[in-house]
């Protein structure tokens, strides 16, 4: 995909509907007795991957135009699969699929793509195993396919045991996992972690039925703790428009000059919302208007327009509530007057690709002064872009954020691997076009 300078951006956008929040809506669905209907999903690669693995368990799911319905057979209806689970490129199907399946009364196999399949996963395999469960690496080095065995017969009720698990990342992946393994233990489950990681499993799961509560720490630690559950039932989510992809046309807006873009209905849950708060700290004008609550989660309207950008610090408590958009602000950084500093974000080596290394070397290839460091990257801004080839590595992240920064910079960049996009957002290129002057 070449991407071009532009003159100006104007116009209204829908982004797609959030991606966590999509993929958990159809697991918890089909957990549930009766029907869930959801509206605004986002029909991305990645949701895909978790519909076709719950279809695989015997769970009708319609997926219509203008709403899916997940026809839940409650928590103990999933049937044995005919075949290997495939997980595709979608971590968050892997990891919270696998708390669900540790405690079914059949065995499974997961497998995905080359990039998912050297994803860590013994930061799931732990804890699951110190909660009874069989489950274990193929390839013994860690990563999917994973083998998840279950001693029981069918019929049986399965019971893993209730732990408190101290997890060493903030990751509402590996949270998430121990939370529905928790749906099938014996006793209270929690999680403590060092801070708060993204929570719609909390907010969705109590909304199902199910008891989660949250304690916030001092020192800004956070445990989570899940009660048995008989049953969860059926529910209409409709999902808000995902900060992540918004997050494209933030920048965008705030990059190009003569901009100003009306981005609707986003998710600004505090646990996702950590790029507003970076955007206000480099001087963007972004209006918050329309806000509401929508299935249990905050929304505005955000209205952006051109901005001066300064650097700054990101670093700490705020990181998980920004882990995905690092590679947009980071071009943003670039473009932006002065040093700007990421720090403590070591996560993101073991993203869809090592989004350090992915993003410096893009950034480098336009002409940005860039320092990779151990857990993170320190950006030297206020140089001219120019265009540049991008190699996305099929990490759609990093596709959408040099498209971004192509429209800034000076002359063509070309993308390479464009259609990774399809993972969260098939229709960006598209509605990139309509935007344009
Ligand atoms: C996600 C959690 C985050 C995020 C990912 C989606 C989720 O991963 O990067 O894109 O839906 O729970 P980690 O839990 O690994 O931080």
Do not use: W
């Not at 807006?253 to 901009?259: A, E, I, K, R, T």
């Amino acid at each position: 995909m070449e991407i071009k300078a532009t003159k100006g951006l104007r116009g209204e956008i829908c982004v797609p509907g959030d991606k966590s929040i999509s993929h958990r809506s159809i697991m918890f669905g089909a957990l549930a007795k009766g029907t869930t209907e959801i509206t605004h999903f986002l029909q991305g690669a990645d949701c895909l991957s978790t519909i076709g693995c719950f279809r695989e368990m015997g769970i009708e799911i319609e997926n219509r135009p203008e709403k899916i319905l997940v026809h839940g057979k409650g928590l103990h209806g999933l049937s044995s699969p005919s075949t290997i689970l495939d997980v595709g490129n979608s971590g968050t199907t892997t990891r919270l699929i696998s708390g669900i399946l540790s405690g079914q009364p059949f065995p499974t196999i997961l497998s995905g793509d080359a990039s998912l399949n050297s994803r860590p996963m013994k930061r799931i395999m732990e804890p699951l195993q110190l909660m009874g469960a069989d489950i274990e690496s193929k390839s013994g080095n860690g990563c999917a396919p994973l083998i998840i065995n279950s001693h029981l017969k069918n019929g049986d009720k399965p019971s893993l045991t209730g732990i408190h698990y101290h997890s060493k990342v903030a990751s509402a992946q590996v949270k998430s996992a121990i939370l529905l393994a928790g749906l099938y233990a014996d006793g209270i489950t929690k999680v403590t972690e060092p801070v708060l990681s993204r929570n719609h499993t909390e907010l969705m799961l109590n909304g199902f039925g199910a008891q989660i509560t949250t304690k916030i720490h001092d020192d800004s630690s956070a445990t989570i703790a899940i009660a048995p559950c008989e049953e969860l039932f059926g529910q209409n989510i409709h999902v808000p428009g995902d900060i992540s992809s918004a997050a494209y046309f933030i920048a965008a807006g705030l990059l190009v000059p003569d901009s100003e873009l009306l981005i609707k209905n986003v998710g600004i849950n505090p646990t996702r919302a950590g790029i507003l708060e970076v955007c206000k700290a480099m001087g963007a004008d972004i209006t918050y208007l329309n806000e509401k609550t929508d299935s249990g989660e905050p929304t505005a309207d955000l209205l952006v327009k051109t901005s001066t950008l300064h650097g700054t610090t990101i670093e700490g408590a705020i990181i998980p509530t920004l882990i995905d958009e690092i590679p947009m602000i980071a071009v943003m950084a670039a473009f932006a007057e002065g040093t700007t500093v990421i720090k403590d974000a070591a996560e993101l080596k073991v993203k869809e690709t090592d989004r350090i290394q992915t993003t410096c070397e893009g950034l480098r290839a336009m002409g940005t002064d860039i320092i990779p460091t151990e857990d993170g990257m320190i950006i030297h801004g206020g140089k001219a872009l120019h265009g540049g080839i991008i190699n996305s590595y099929l990490d759609h992240r990093i596709a959408m954020a040099f498209a971004i920064a192509g429209l800034a910079a000076d002359g063509i960049t070309t993308i390479e691997n464009s259609q990774c996009v399809d993972v969260s957002y098939p229709d960006f290129f598209e509605t990139l076009k309509r935007i344009q002057l």
